[in-house]
T-cell receptor
Framework: NAGVTQTPKFQVLKTGQSMTLQCAQD?????MYWYRQDPGMGLRLIYY???????DKGEVPNGYNVSRLNKREFSLRLESAAPSQTSVYFC?????????FGEGSRLTVL | GQQLNQSPQSMFIQEGEDVSMNCTSS?????WLWYKQDPGEGPVLLIA?????ELTSNGRLTAQFGITRKDSFLNISASIPSDVGIYFC????????????FGTGTRLKVLA
Protein backbone atom coordinates (compact mmCIF):
# COMPACT_ATOMS: atom_id res chain seq x y z
CA ASN A 1 0.00 0.00 0.00
CA ALA A 2 1.86 3.10 -1.27
CA GLY A 3 -0.33 5.74 0.46
CA VAL A 4 0.52 9.17 -0.99
CA THR A 5 3.06 9.27 -3.81
CA GLN A 6 4.71 12.45 -5.06
CA THR A 7 6.86 13.03 -8.13
CA PRO A 8 9.46 14.29 -8.69
CA LYS A 9 11.32 14.06 -5.39
CA PHE A 10 13.90 16.65 -6.42
CA GLN A 11 13.83 19.41 -9.04
CA VAL A 12 15.99 22.41 -9.88
CA LEU A 13 14.45 25.17 -11.97
CA LYS A 14 15.60 28.49 -13.32
CA THR A 15 13.59 31.59 -12.57
CA GLY A 16 10.67 31.85 -14.98
CA GLN A 17 10.49 28.16 -15.84
CA SER A 18 7.31 26.19 -15.25
CA MET A 19 6.74 22.77 -13.80
CA THR A 20 4.08 20.51 -12.34
CA LEU A 21 4.32 18.46 -9.17
CA GLN A 22 2.27 15.29 -9.31
CA CYS A 23 0.51 13.60 -6.42
CA ALA A 24 -1.51 10.41 -6.26
CA GLN A 25 -3.15 8.59 -3.35
CA ASP A 26 -4.45 5.05 -3.23
CA UNK A 27 -6.48 5.31 -0.02
CA UNK A 28 -9.73 6.40 -1.73
CA UNK A 29 -9.68 9.67 0.23
CA UNK A 30 -11.96 12.51 -0.80
CA UNK A 31 -9.78 15.43 0.28
CA MET A 32 -6.29 16.29 -0.94
CA TYR A 33 -3.87 19.09 -0.07
CA TRP A 34 -0.66 20.81 -1.08
CA TYR A 35 1.58 22.29 1.62
CA ARG A 36 4.95 23.94 1.49
CA GLN A 37 7.49 23.70 4.27
CA ASP A 38 10.15 26.32 4.89
CA PRO A 39 12.67 26.41 7.77
CA GLY A 40 11.07 27.75 10.94
CA MET A 41 7.70 28.21 9.25
CA GLY A 42 6.05 24.86 9.74
CA LEU A 43 3.69 23.67 7.02
CA ARG A 44 1.63 26.23 5.14
CA LEU A 45 -1.39 25.30 3.05
CA ILE A 46 -1.18 26.30 -0.61
CA TYR A 47 -4.36 24.77 -2.08
CA TYR A 48 -6.72 22.01 -1.15
CA UNK A 49 -9.45 19.98 -2.78
CA UNK A 50 -12.26 18.94 -0.47
CA UNK A 51 -13.61 16.50 -3.05
CA UNK A 52 -13.21 15.59 -6.69
CA UNK A 53 -14.13 18.55 -8.88
CA UNK A 54 -13.48 21.25 -6.24
CA UNK A 55 -10.39 23.27 -5.33
CA ASP A 56 -9.87 26.12 -2.88
CA LYS A 57 -7.08 28.47 -1.90
CA GLY A 58 -5.14 28.02 1.29
CA GLU A 59 -2.88 30.47 3.10
CA VAL A 60 -0.24 30.97 0.37
CA PRO A 61 -1.79 30.34 -3.09
CA ASN A 62 -0.08 33.12 -5.06
CA GLY A 63 2.10 31.81 -7.89
CA TYR A 64 0.48 28.36 -7.92
CA ASN A 65 -2.34 26.57 -9.69
CA VAL A 66 -3.83 23.16 -9.00
CA SER A 67 -5.84 20.54 -10.80
CA ARG A 68 -7.84 17.74 -9.22
CA LEU A 69 -7.56 15.37 -12.13
CA ASN A 70 -9.69 12.64 -10.57
CA LYS A 71 -10.26 11.26 -7.09
CA ARG A 72 -6.72 9.86 -6.89
CA GLU A 73 -4.64 12.69 -8.37
CA PHE A 74 -4.01 16.31 -7.39
CA SER A 75 -1.31 18.29 -9.20
CA LEU A 76 0.40 21.57 -8.33
CA ARG A 77 1.70 23.81 -11.09
CA LEU A 78 4.19 26.66 -10.94
CA GLU A 79 3.66 28.73 -14.09
CA SER A 80 6.68 31.01 -13.68
CA ALA A 81 8.96 29.87 -10.89
CA ALA A 82 10.53 32.42 -8.55
CA PRO A 83 13.36 31.96 -6.01
CA SER A 84 10.79 32.54 -3.23
CA GLN A 85 9.19 29.25 -4.26
CA THR A 86 12.28 27.30 -3.25
CA SER A 87 10.83 24.95 -0.66
CA VAL A 88 9.84 21.41 0.18
CA TYR A 89 6.35 20.62 -1.08
CA PHE A 90 4.15 18.02 0.54
CA CYS A 91 0.98 16.49 -0.80
CA UNK A 92 -1.50 15.01 1.66
CA UNK A 93 -4.87 13.31 1.64
CA UNK A 94 -7.48 12.92 4.34
CA UNK A 95 -10.59 11.10 5.39
CA UNK A 96 -12.37 11.01 8.76
CA UNK A 97 -10.17 13.62 10.39
CA UNK A 98 -6.77 12.06 9.67
CA UNK A 99 -4.25 13.64 7.30
CA UNK A 100 -1.59 11.53 5.58
CA PHE A 101 1.48 12.92 3.82
CA GLY A 102 3.71 11.94 0.95
CA GLU A 103 7.48 12.02 1.25
CA GLY A 104 7.86 15.48 -0.23
CA SER A 105 9.28 17.15 -3.33
CA ARG A 106 12.31 19.36 -2.84
CA LEU A 107 12.27 22.26 -5.30
CA THR A 108 15.09 24.75 -5.82
CA VAL A 109 14.58 27.81 -8.00
CA LEU A 110 17.78 29.53 -9.10
CA GLY B 1 -1.38 33.25 7.66
CA GLN B 2 -2.98 31.58 10.62
CA GLN B 3 -0.68 29.27 12.56
CA LEU B 4 -0.71 27.55 15.86
CA ASN B 5 1.66 28.56 18.64
CA GLN B 6 3.75 25.52 19.48
CA SER B 7 6.22 25.38 22.35
CA PRO B 8 8.95 24.85 23.09
CA GLN B 9 10.64 25.49 19.73
CA SER B 10 13.41 23.07 20.61
CA MET B 11 14.62 21.00 23.50
CA PHE B 12 17.56 18.88 24.48
CA ILE B 13 16.84 16.09 26.90
CA GLN B 14 18.66 13.12 28.40
CA GLU B 15 17.68 9.64 27.33
CA GLY B 16 15.07 8.29 29.71
CA GLU B 17 13.54 11.66 30.54
CA ASP B 18 9.92 12.57 29.90
CA VAL B 19 9.07 15.28 27.37
CA SER B 20 6.13 17.66 27.19
CA MET B 21 5.11 20.03 24.41
CA ASN B 22 1.97 21.95 23.64
CA CYS B 23 0.05 23.89 21.03
CA THR B 24 -2.31 26.79 21.55
CA SER B 25 -4.64 28.64 19.24
CA SER B 26 -6.97 31.60 19.36
CA UNK B 27 -9.51 29.50 17.41
CA UNK B 28 -11.55 26.49 18.43
CA UNK B 29 -10.67 23.22 16.74
CA UNK B 30 -12.68 20.04 16.23
CA UNK B 31 -9.66 17.84 15.62
CA TRP B 32 -6.07 17.88 16.86
CA LEU B 33 -3.36 15.83 15.20
CA TRP B 34 0.22 15.21 16.29
CA TYR B 35 2.99 14.34 13.83
CA LYS B 36 6.67 13.41 13.87
CA GLN B 37 8.96 14.30 10.99
CA ASP B 38 12.38 12.78 10.42
CA PRO B 39 14.94 14.55 8.19
CA GLY B 40 14.15 14.24 4.49
CA GLU B 41 10.80 12.58 5.07
CA GLY B 42 7.16 13.55 5.29
CA PRO B 43 5.33 14.00 8.60
CA VAL B 44 3.99 10.78 10.09
CA LEU B 45 0.76 10.80 12.07
CA LEU B 46 1.25 9.82 15.72
CA ILE B 47 -2.06 10.56 17.43
CA ALA B 48 -5.46 11.97 16.43
CA UNK B 49 -7.85 13.60 18.92
CA UNK B 50 -11.52 14.33 18.26
CA UNK B 51 -13.20 15.38 21.52
CA UNK B 52 -12.50 18.04 24.14
CA UNK B 53 -10.84 16.43 27.15
CA GLU B 54 -9.88 13.30 25.21
CA LEU B 55 -6.67 11.60 26.33
CA THR B 56 -5.13 9.14 23.85
CA SER B 57 -1.97 7.04 24.02
CA ASN B 58 0.22 5.44 21.39
CA GLY B 59 2.98 3.48 23.10
CA ARG B 60 5.10 5.95 25.06
CA LEU B 61 3.22 8.90 23.59
CA THR B 62 0.17 10.47 25.20
CA ALA B 63 -1.77 13.41 23.82
CA GLN B 64 -4.68 15.41 25.19
CA PHE B 65 -7.34 17.56 23.55
CA GLY B 66 -7.71 20.63 25.77
CA ILE B 67 -11.03 21.34 27.45
CA THR B 68 -11.27 24.79 25.87
CA ARG B 69 -10.69 23.18 22.41
CA LYS B 70 -7.98 25.79 21.85
CA ASP B 71 -5.01 23.73 22.95
CA SER B 72 -3.45 20.30 22.92
CA PHE B 73 -0.55 18.59 24.66
CA LEU B 74 1.86 15.81 23.76
CA ASN B 75 3.91 13.86 26.27
CA ILE B 76 6.66 11.37 25.52
CA SER B 77 7.69 9.13 28.38
CA ALA B 78 11.13 7.60 28.87
CA SER B 79 12.63 9.15 25.73
CA ILE B 80 15.01 7.13 23.55
CA PRO B 81 17.44 8.28 20.83
CA SER B 82 15.02 7.45 17.99
CA ASP B 83 12.57 10.03 19.39
CA VAL B 84 14.81 12.69 17.81
CA GLY B 85 12.96 14.69 15.19
CA ILE B 86 10.49 17.51 14.74
CA TYR B 87 7.04 17.19 16.27
CA PHE B 88 4.15 19.13 14.77
CA CYS B 89 0.64 19.73 15.97
CA UNK B 90 -2.19 20.40 13.55
CA UNK B 91 -5.74 21.56 14.11
CA UNK B 92 -8.84 21.29 11.98
CA UNK B 93 -11.41 23.99 12.47
CA UNK B 94 -15.10 23.81 13.15
CA UNK B 95 -17.52 22.19 10.75
CA UNK B 96 -17.53 23.41 7.18
CA UNK B 97 -13.78 23.60 6.77
CA UNK B 98 -11.39 20.99 5.45
CA UNK B 99 -8.31 23.01 6.31
CA UNK B 100 -5.64 21.76 8.70
CA UNK B 101 -3.45 24.44 10.30
CA PHE B 102 0.01 23.49 11.55
CA GLY B 103 2.20 24.61 14.40
CA THR B 104 5.79 25.65 13.73
CA GLY B 105 7.19 22.48 15.30
CA THR B 106 9.20 21.36 18.32
CA ARG B 107 12.68 20.07 17.51
CA LEU B 108 13.62 17.32 19.95
CA LYS B 109 17.17 16.18 20.52
CA VAL B 110 17.89 13.29 22.85
CA LEU B 111 21.29 12.99 24.47
CA ALA B 112 22.31 9.39 25.09
Amino acid sequence: NAGVTQTPKFQVLKTGQSMTLQCAQDMNHNSMYWYRQDPGMGLRLIYYSASEGTTDKGEVPNGYNVSRLNKREFSLRLESAAPSQTSVYFCASSEVGELFFGEGSRLTVL
Amino acid sequence: GQQLNQSPQSMFIQEGEDVSMNCTSSSIFNTWLWYKQDPGEGPVLLIALYKAGELTSNGRLTAQFGITRKDSFLNISASIPSDVGIYFCAGQGTSGTYKYIFGTGTRLKVLA
